[in-house]
């Protein structure tokens, strides 16, 4: 059931150490503010679950949140490497983190199997690859029907999934537009869920019949943070921010440079988790 | 108008290969310039997909990301996910897959995982994304990227995606019945797999390309073919609509617009 509170309230209620975390958002409407947050309180040992871990996981990831990462393309789009996730995977910088991987197709099946409380996926994939063999969690049923062996996976079933949205309205109904990914999904796999907004509304007015919307009884925490996806973007809001994308590369190229940005952009900026709900 | 750069040569050779009815997975970074050149010149019919769910997409500016706004903002409808990747993908709507990669053998598997031991990695690149799906699932697989020995090499430390596997017959025995790779676009030349053995041979050249320099750029003795021809040289309107799309791109990135 849905209850508005700020995001500080949201991540301390809401967001353990241990936990399973999906952070989702596909380019468009990565809760980066959330992810700031739950660096601010100091979560530690989470398995952060994302299909592209983006420049938010990089930064959990070089502030020491997590202890293991499930994803599926773990670069920079456009640009290039994240260097914090690279750090920790070459050389266990700020420390060891282990890693889940699929294919795209995979993790999307596996938040659909999720939301749907089923075990796991079946896909038709992985066909001539290598990943098999190095992921215990990628294996094979065979098809009652036709005896067509096809590829499984374990299902998402988060602790907590943290997505951004457009906005809500008054009774905590939440509405996302443009590019919706996987939210959808891993809200409705999550036994918990956060869910940051660009602002709450009285009513959602016109939309089509067929938007995409999380009834407020699906909802966990609301809170409202304007621009609470940027440098990603939300959808009638603002724009992708691809100057920082690219600034990133510099910024996260080396550990110094890396936490004193963080230091000061993140650590420093509490203020932004405080914003009233109404 | 200044020389051709071999990275536009290849963008344009590898637009050339698209038709107006292809539908095509797009992949990001060389595929995306050859996919929208493609659109904004000899096929304008041509249906792009990026995988983050936007259908029929025409974008103004390259995309940095395979979701950035103007890719939902200028496609016919834009799906979910995993509505993308199942019904789409998987259901067998697309007739071309558009991939890049780190690294690429002589029977077109792709490497974009790592170097060296998974565990112990000398490189750890992104990973495979959508490719591994995408390239068993389109019709056919287009690749494009630039030639270098470390690019292009003898063993693969990882099948990111599977080309043509071990050679005649690898396909089909994991159960797939797409074509695969048929061409690789690359800067100095086209490469298609031999129609008896896979391996790629080289079956043009780009103007100004010799076979020593395709060979020095190249990790397994490469094969020619027998009647190779020569890559026709850029005309002066793909030229111009490509420098136009990557200048109104960098425009738009650095945030000007």
Redesign the interface.
């Known amino acids: 059931m849905a209850s508005f509170t700020t995001l500080r309230d949201a991540v301390a209620a809401h967001v353990r150490d241990g936990d399973v975390v999906a952070m989702e958002g ?3 409407l990565i809760p980066f503010a959330a992810g700031h947050e739950i660096i601010r309180q100091g979560r530690r040992d989470l398995t952060l679950v994302r ?2 871990p983006d420049i938010i996981y990089d930064q959990m990831i070089g502030m020491g949140c997590a202890r293991k990462l499930v ?5 920079n ?3 290039g ?2 260097h914090r ?2 750090d920790a ?2 050389n266990q910088w700020p420390h060891r983190l282990d890693i889940e ?1 699929h ?3 995979a993790m ?2 596996a ?2 199997a999720g939301a749907a409380n089923l075990p796991f996926a079946v ?9 098999p063999e ?1 992921n215990p969690n990628i294996r094979s049923v065979t098809c009652p029907f036709t005896g ?2 096809l590829a499984a996976v374990p299902a998402v079933r988060p602790d907590v999934a943290v997505i951004h949205a457009l906005r809500a309205d008054r009774r905590g109904n939440v509405l996302i537009e ?5 939210q ?2 891993a809200v409705l796999a999550a036994r918990r869920s956060i869910v940051t907004v660009e602002e709450i509304v009285e009513d959602f007015g016109p939309r089509s019949p067929n938007a ?1 919307i999380l009834p407020h009884w699906t909802v966990g925490a609301i809170a409202v943070v304007p621009r609470g996806a940027h440098p990603s ?1 939300a ?1 009638g809001y603002y ?5 920082f ?2 600034a990133w590369d510099a910024i996260a190229r080396e550990r110094d440079a890396f936490l004193a940005w963080m230091e000061e952009n993140v650590m420093k900026r509490a203020d932004l988790a405080l914003e009233p709900a109404r | 108008m200044n020389a051709v750069t071999p990275s536009e040569m290849m963008t344009i050779a590898a637009a050339r290969a698209l038709r107006s009815t292809d539908v095509c997975f797009v992949g990001i970074g060389a595929p995306s310039a050859a996919c929208n050149l493609a659109r904004l010149t000899h096929a304008p019919g041509i249906t792009l997909i990026y995988e983050s769910g936007t259908i029929d997409t025409r974008p103004d500016v390259l995309p940095l990301s395979i979701g950035d706004g103007e890719l939902c903002d200028t496609a016919l409808t834009t799906v979910s996910v995993p509505e993308m990747f199942r019904y789409w993908l998987q259901g067998g709507r697309i007739t071309v897959g558009f991939l890049g990669g780190a690294q690429i053998d002589r029977f077109a598997n792709l490497n974009t995982t790592v170097v060296g031991d998974y565990d112990k990695p000398k490189v750890r690149l992104p990973g495979g994304g959508g490719a591994p799906e995408i390239a068993i699932h389109c019709g056919e697989i287009f690749i494009t990227m630039q030639m270098g020995s470390r690019a292009f090499v003898e063993t693969l430390p990882f099948i990111t995606s599977l080309g043509h596997g071990t050679g005649p017959g690898s396909r089909e025995r994991l159960g797939v019945t797409t074509k695969g790779p048929t061409r690789v676009i690359t800067d100095l030349c086209v490469m298609e797999p031999d129609a008896h053995t896979c391996e790629l041979t080289v079956t043009s050249l780009h103007p100004g390309a010799t076979r020593e320099a395709v060979q020095g750029a190249c990790g397994w003795p490469v094969r020619f073919a027998a009647d190779i021809a020569e890559t026709p040289a850029p005309t002066a309107e793909e030229l111009t609509v490509l420098r136009d799309l990557h200048a109104r791109t960098r425009r738009a990135h650095s945030g000007e617009v």
Do not use: C
């Open positions: 596909f380019t468009h299909m592209t994803f599926s393309w773990g670069g789009p456009g640009v490497s994240l996730m690279r995977v070459e991987e294919s795209h197709a999307a099946n938040y659909e896909m038709r994939g992985y066909k001539g690859v290598t990943l190095v067509e062996v443009g590019i919706t990914g996987v959808k999904e995409v973007y959808h724009k992708r921010d691809n100057a994308y690219q």
